[in-house]
T-cell receptor
Framework: GAVVSQHPSWVICKSGTSVKIECRSL??????MFWYRQFPKQSLMLMATSNEGSKATYEQGVEKDKFLINHASLTLSTLTVTSAHPEDSSFYIC?????????????FGEGSWLTVV | TQLLEQSPQFLSIQEGENLTVYCNSSSVFSSLQWYRQEPGEGPVLLVT?????EVKKLKRLTFQFGDARKDSSLHITAAQPGDTGLYLCAGARGAQKLVFGQGTRLTINP
């Protein structure tokens, strides 16, 4: 089946630095990808919708200048957490929408743990 | 305001018992998906239901989509410790983003 891969699986960065997380669709083209954030023992919170070749659409309350999203190709979207702070530490998950042949099913990546120290 | 109300949010039962998780909304969805998530991993798709009244079975798991496509349920028969995990329902309207329920953290005790 469709596979969505995230990299890195976990990353530790110093406060004030920026960190980039990649989301790739491995065997299908994804015009739309989604970025979520998940706190421990909670459900997924949608941060933004990433559209290939255009600007991302951010959910209310999500800072677009802090969480930069780039969807430069049909198989890759990146989330850059800029000037990271400890409160940005979280589990970040991406998902990608498969094409009409897969019934537009959404597939999730494995997630990326970010720890800001 | 939660668009999709999932209940119960926590459930701990003994091995062999049956259980049902509910996902309710006042909105109509074109499809509804159920996921299972292990700690530290991304959600894994279990099933997608599309048609009102649709019932799908996956071994001991039975999924149902309400006739009005506003609610869904997940029923597990003879639960096993391996069923332990976080179960998430998510609704979609057309090609738009998924809306998630709060999740049900299920623990099956041996």
């Amino acid at each position: 089946g469709a596979v969505v891969s995230q990299h890195p699986s976990w990353v530790i960065c110093k406060s004030g630095t920026s960190v980039k997380i990649e989301c790739r669709s491995l065997d299908f083209q994804a015009t739309t990808m989604f970025w979520y954030r998940q706190f421990p023992k909670q459900s997924l919170m949608l941060m933004a919708t990433s559209n290939e070749g255009s600007k991302a659409t951010y959910e209310q309350g999500v800072e677009k200048d802090k969480f930069l999203i780039n969807h430069a190709s049909l198989t890759l979207s990146t989330l850059t957490v800029t000037s990271a702070h400890p409160e940005d530490s979280s589990f970040y998950i991406c998902s990608a929408r498969g094409g009409s042949l897969s019934g537009n099913t959404i597939y999730f990546g494995e997630g990326s743990w970010l720890t800001v120290v | 305001t939660q668009l999709l109300e999932q209940s119960p949010q926590f459930l701990s039962i003994q091995e062999g018992e049956n259980l049902t998780v509910y996902c309710n909304s006042s909105s109509v969805f074109s499809s509804l998906q159920w996921y299972r998530q292990e700690p530290g991993e991304g959600p894994v798709l279990l099933v997608t239901v599309v048609t009102g009244g649709e019932v799908k079975k996956l071994k001991r798991l039975t999924f149902q989509f309400g006739d009005a496509r506003k609610d869904s349920s997940l029923h597990i028969t003879a639960a096993q410790p391996g069923d332990t995990g976080l179960y998430l329902c998510a609704g979609a309207r057309g090609a738009q983003k998924l809306v998630f329920g709060q999740g049900t953290r299920l623990t099956i005790n041996p």
